[in-house]
C-alpha cells in the first residue's frame, strides 16, 4: 500500500493547484453554456479530472534515479498475452488446497493483475454517466490504456535512458476489461443518480436569475483587469499606486462600460447586463451605480494600503474599510431578508444584474 500512498498523494496535490487554475474558466464556461454552475456536475467533472490524474500518477510514480535505470538490464515489454494466468501456478497457488488461498491473495501474483483490472474501472463508470455507448467504452478504455503503456515504453517521453517499466500486453487486457466491467456492473447503479440532461435543464432555468456567485466571478475578472490597467498606469505615466488604481477602476468602469448599459468584459463572459424597470439602463444610472461602488472598493483598496505602508493615517483607513464590510454584510442580510437580491447602490440607482442567457439561447434557435 506504501507504494500507491505517495502517487495518490501527489496526485492530490497537483489537482488542487490545477483545480485553483481551472476554477474560474471553468465558471465562466459553465455561465455561458449552461447558464448557472451546477454544484453536481462541477463535482463530477472534477472528481473526473482527480480520478484521470491519480491513474496517471500510479502508472509512473515513483520517478527514479536516471542513473540508476541507466544500468537496468531488465525486459523492456512483454508481448505475451495472459501471461499473468502462468504466474497463478508459479505462485503455488492450489485451489484444492485452502492453505494457498491466504499467501496468493498477498502476493503479486494476485495483487498487480488486480490493480490493473480495476485501475481503469472507474474510467468506464464516469463515460457510462456521461451516456458514452458500450462499444465506445471499451475502445476509449483501451486507448487510455495504450497511452499509459506507451508512456513506460517511451522512457516518460525520452526523459530517462530506458524505460524503468514493463510495457506489457497483459497490462492492455485487463485496463480494457476493468474499463468496460466498471460500465457493465455499475450501469444500473448509474440510474439512480441525477440525469446530465436533467441538470443542464435546471441550471438553464437559473441562468436566467442573477445570483451573487455569478456577479462575483464577473467581479474577479473585471477587478484583475482593473489592476493591469493600473499597473499601465504606474509604469508608464509614473502614478502612485493608489491614484493609479482610482483612475483606472472609474475609468474602467465608467468611461468604458456606462455607455454599453455596464456591460465589461467579466459581465460579458457571464452573460450579464445592467437593466433597470425591466429594461436597459441609461447610461446616467449605469454611470451612477459604478461611482457608487466604486467609492466603497477604492476606500477598501485605500485602507489596505494605508495599512501597509503603516503611516499615522492607518487606523482612520482602517476604520473606513470595516465600516465598508460591515454595511456591506448589514445590506446582503437585507436583501436576502426583503427577497430583494440589489445591493444598496443599486436601489439608489434604481438598477439591477440582469441575464442575458435566454437572450443567447434565443438567437441561436432562431439561427438554427
Request: proline share 5%; with cysteine.
Amino acid at each position: 500500500m506504501r507504494t500507491y500512498f505517495f502517487p495518490i498523494s501527489a496526485a492530490f496535490l497537483t489537482f488542487m493547484l490545477i483545480a485553483s487554475l481551472c476554477a474560474l474558466p471553468y465558471a465562466i464556461v459553465s455561465y455561458r453554456r449552461n447558464g448557472a454552475v451546477s454544484a453536481w456536475k462541477t463535482a463530477v467533472v472534477f472528481s473526473f479530472a482527480l480520478y484521470l490524474l491519480t491513474a496517471y500518477f500510479l502508472t509512473v510514480l515513483p520517478l527514479p534515479d536516471p542513473a540508476e535505470v541507466a544500468a537496468y538490464t531488465s525486459e523492456r515489454y512483454d508481448l505475451t498475452p495472459f501471461h499473468f494466468i502462468s504466474g497463478i501456478a508459479e505462485s503455488g497457488f492450489d485451489i484444492t488446497r485452502p492453505a494457498t488461498y491466504a499467501p496468493f491473495l498477498k502476493s503479486g501474483y494476485f495483487l498487480e493483475p488486480l490493480f490493473n483490472f480495476l485501475l481503469l474501472a472507474p474510467f468506464g463508470i464516469f463515460l457510462g454517466y456521461f451516456k458514452q455507448s458500450a462499444r465506445r467504452i471499451l475502445l476509449l478504455s483501451f486507448l487510455c490504456s495504450l497511452f499509459f503503456e506507451l508512456t513506460q515504453l517511451s522512457a516518460l517521453f525520452g526523459i530517462y535512458p530506458r524505460p524503468y517499466r514493463l510495457f506489457s500486453t497483459d497490462d492492455l487486457i485487463l485496463n480494457t476489461s476493468g474499463g468496460a466491467a466498471g460500465y457493465f456492473i455499475f450501469s444500473g447503479f448509474l440510474r439512480f443518480l441525477p440525469k446530465m440532461e436533467r441538470v443542464d435543464r435546471r441550471s438553464a432555468e437559473r441562468g436566467a436569475k442573477v445570483g451573487y456567485i455569478r456577479r462575483f466571478v464577473a467581479y474577479i475578472v473585471d477587478y484583475n483587469i482593473v489592476r493591469l490597467l493600473q499597473g499601465a498606469l504606474t509604469g508608464y505615466l509614473g502614478l502612485a499606486p493608489a491614484p493609479a488604481f482610482v483612475l483606472a477602476l472609474f475609468g474602467y468602469t465608467i468611461a468604458l462600460a456606462a455607455p454599453t448599459g455596464g456591460r465589461t468584459v467579466g459581465k460579458l463572459l457571464v452573460l450579464i447586463k445592467i437593466g433597470r424597470d425591466g429594461g436597459s439602463a441609461p447610461p446616467g444610472s449605469v454611470a451612477a451605480r459604478f461611482a457608487l461602488r466604486n467609492a466603497a472598493v477604492a476606500a477598501a483598496y485605500a485602507a489596505n494600503y494605508r495599512v501597509r505602508i503603516a503611516d499615522e493615517t492607518q487606523w482612520v483607513f482602517l476604520s473606513a474599510f470595516l465600516a465598508v464590510c460591515a454595511l456591506t454584510a448589514i445590506d446582503m442580510l437585507y436583501a436576502f431578508r426583503k427577497k430583494d437580491r440589489r445591493l444598496w447602490y443599486e436601489r439608489l440607482t434604481r438598477t439591477e444584474s440582469v441575464s442575458t442567457f435566454r437572450q443567447k439561447n434565443n438567437r441561436r434557435r432562431q439561427s438554427g
